[in-house]
């Protein structure tokens, strides 16, 4: 699924939106609040209450009812999805194909060995997110299990928030980077490698700070 920000939401606004729009996608049921916090990491519902409102300002969420259970879509929101795929797929721009700077390289439990002058790479477009992106080299083997390995090449679209199983670039304690898959509940955040000679990583909520989400990876033989 591929949306664009054509409606001025803020990221978390945006983030929310698009969970609603893959889980419409799989025919789910409507999703409740409780769900929709667990799944985007909100530790309160006052938070959700406040981009759901938004949502609906933006014509894309129908107003919550008391009788209503779910966060419902709007069937104008459903035709804007297919509308914003069509613009990004066939009026691919000059600037979407620019280079990506390759920012530097990624260890779990190190930070971001970051260059002082970013290369540039080509990624192909349809390895990049809709967002800002920057590509990080792999160091080490904490995610060969989901086919990253050593020396591989990630592409990372600049977000802050992701939802449960994506695999995210996460800064622990402002000090540590890791590329992990993260699964976040109100009160801790798990970072799963996919090494079955490893543990998974629990921290507490504010200890965890989400840099980035794996949209692409490439790699040389």
């Not at 970013?118 to 590509?135: A, F, I, K």
């Not at 928030?161 to 955040?189: C, F, M, S, Y």
């Amino acid at each position: 699924m591929i949306t664009t920000n054509a409606h001025n939401l803020t990221r978390k606004q945006q983030s929310l939106y698009e969970h609603l729009l893959s889980l419409s996608a799989t025919g789910a049921a409507a999703p409740t609040l409780d769900e929709l916090c667990k799944a985007l990491g909100l530790q309160s519902r006052g938070s959700l209450h406040k981009h759901i409102t938004g949502l609906v300002d933006a014509g894309l969420v129908e107003p919550m009812e008391r009788k209503q259970r779910g966060v419902r879509l709007t069937e104008y929101a459903e035709q804007q999805d297919g509308v914003a795929a069509t613009e990004v797929l066939g009026n691919y721009n000059i600037a979407s194909n620019e280079p990506l700077p390759l920012m530097g390289d990624i260890a779990a439990g190190k930070p971001i060995e970051a260059m002082e002058n970013p290369e540039p790479m080509e990624v192909p477009w349809q390895l990049r997110g809709t967002g800002d992106c920057y590509v990080l080299r792999v160091r080490g083997d904490s995610m060969i299990d989901d086919g990253i390995f050593d020396g591989d090449w990630v592409v990372i679209e600049k977000r802050e928030h992701a939802r449960n199983g994506e695999v995210v670039v996460a800064l622990v304690d402002n000090a540590e980077a890791t590329l992990k898959r993260i699964e976040q509940h109100p009160d801790r955040i798990i970072l799963h490698p996919a090494n079955a000679g490893m543990q998974p990583m629990i921290y507490h909520p504010q200890q965890v700070a989400i840099q980035g989400v794996l949209v692409g990876q490439m790699r040389q033989y």
